[in-house]
């Protein structure tokens, strides 16, 4: 048991014992030193992916993105990257969910968040979001979101998203290539 638990303690006292700047000796001869181990959580990079595609009055885009499906993915999303690739999204699947709101804690890059209705229609554009920010970000809580698109700050623009007249289609979830994002 102690095993089992001994990586999620050591993770949990790491962040006390680095503020603290101490090592501690947990049993069996098993030193933990603060000084040894990386410096806050690190990104998840989500193993199933999705292509796009946004046509905006006929200017097209087509894309790559991780697909974050299950709950406990779009609770991570794109928390503690950095440096993002111009070709960097994330697809939420809100399941035409409504009051859907995001905020920006522990993401320390920009984004562009497009929220679409569950005809695919864009509904909402948050641009240029805050980093690290607790406030919420949304469309109008009424409105039934099929997906949330993520993608850097300034891509919005650049491919042309506008809401009301833009639309995005989407493929089928597939393993995303080893050399992605």
């Not at 554009?125 to 805050?130: D, G, I, K, P």
């Not at 980093?131 to 949304?138: A, H, T």
Request: hydrophobic letters at 45%.
């Amino acid at each position: 048991m102690i095993r089992t638990l001994l990586p999620s303690l050591t993770a949990f006292l790491g962040t006390a014992l680095t503020a603290a700047g101490g090592a501690l000796l947990l049993g069996s001869g098993f030193a933990w030193s603060a000084e040894a181990q990386v410096a806050g959580p690190f990104p998840h990079i989500l193993p199933t992916c999705i292509a796009f595609r946004t046509d905006t009055a006929g200017k097209l885009y087509a894309g790559l993105a991780e697909f974050a499906q299950k709950p406990e993915e779009q609770e991570w999303g794109m928390m503690y990257r950095t440096n993002l690739a111009e070709t960097s999204a994330m697809i939420f699947d809100m399941r035409g969910q409504t009051d859907v709101a995001f905020w920006m804690k522990n993401t320390p890059s920009s984004l562009d968040i497009a929220f679409f209705d569950t005809r695919g229609r864009l509904v909402h554009v948050a641009r240029a979001t805050t980093p690290l920010s607790s406030d919420l970000i949304g469309p109008d809580p009424r409105i039934p979101i099929s997906h949330a698109l993520e993608i850097p700050a300034g891509k919005a623009d650049s491919i042309g998203l506008i809401a009301g007249s833009s639309h995005m289609d989407i493929s089928k979830p597939f393993d995303c290539p080893k050399d992605f994002p």
